[in-house]
C-alpha cells in the first residue's frame, strides 16, 4: 500500500504544478455623467466579463478628458494606461490590452442601440469602436453589428 501512497502523492504534486493560477481581475476605473443610468449597464458587462471596475461620478468629466470631442460618450474609462470612453465590448478591451497598440485609447461615440449597456429588446444598430491617438487621430478599430 506503500508505493500506492506515494505514486498518489507524486501525481498530485505534478498536477498541482501544471495548473495556473486564478487570474485575478483587471482593475479598471470608471468616471461616469452624474445621474446617468447606462454607464453601470456596462459597468455591468465590464464586470461580468472580468473587469474589477470602480467608479465616480463627475460633472466637469467631459471637460478634463483627453478623448477627441467628436468621440465622446457618458463615461470614460481608464486601464491600462489606456481611455476607453463610452460603451465598448469588453472583448474589444482585452484585445486592447493583449495587443498594447500604440493609441491613447478606444471610443464608442455616441450611445449607439445595442451596444453593452444600450440593449433595447434585442434591437442592434451597426456601430464601429474608434481607436484614438493623443493628437486625436480617430481609425475604425473594430465593427460590430
Not at 62 to 79: F, N, Q, W, Y
Not at 82 to 102: F, M, Q, S
Request: glycine share 12%.
Amino acid at each position: 500500500m506503500k508505493p500506492f501512497i506515494s505514486a498518489a502523492a507524486v501525481l498530485a504534486v505534478l498536477l498541482a504544478g501544471n495548473l495556473a493560477p486564478a487570474q485575478s481581475p483587471t482593475p479598471m476605473t470608471v468616471v461616469r455623467d452624474v445621474g446617468c443610468g447606462c454607464c453601470m449597464n456596462w459597468v455591468a458587462h465590464l464586470r461580468k466579463a472580468g473587469f474589477m471596475v470602480t467608479v465616480t461620478e463627475s460633472a466637469t468629466r467631459l471637460r478634463d478628458t483627453k478623448v477627441p470631442a467628436e468621440a465622446r460618450s457618458c463615461h470614460t474609462g481608464s486601464i491600462g494606461g489606456y481611455l476607453i470612453e463610452g460603451h465598448v465590448p469588453a472583448a474589444d478591451i482585452k484585445k486592447l490590452l493583449a495587443e498594447r497598440p500604440g493609441i491613447a485609447g478606444l471610443a464608442v461615440p455616441g450611445m449607439p442601440v445595442g451596444s453593452p449597456g444600450m440593449e433595447q429588446g434585442g434591437q442592434t444598430h451597426p456601430y464601429a469602436v474608434m481607436a484614438f491617438d493623443k493628437a486625436g487621430k480617430m481609425t475604425v478599430y473594430s465593427s460590430h453589428r
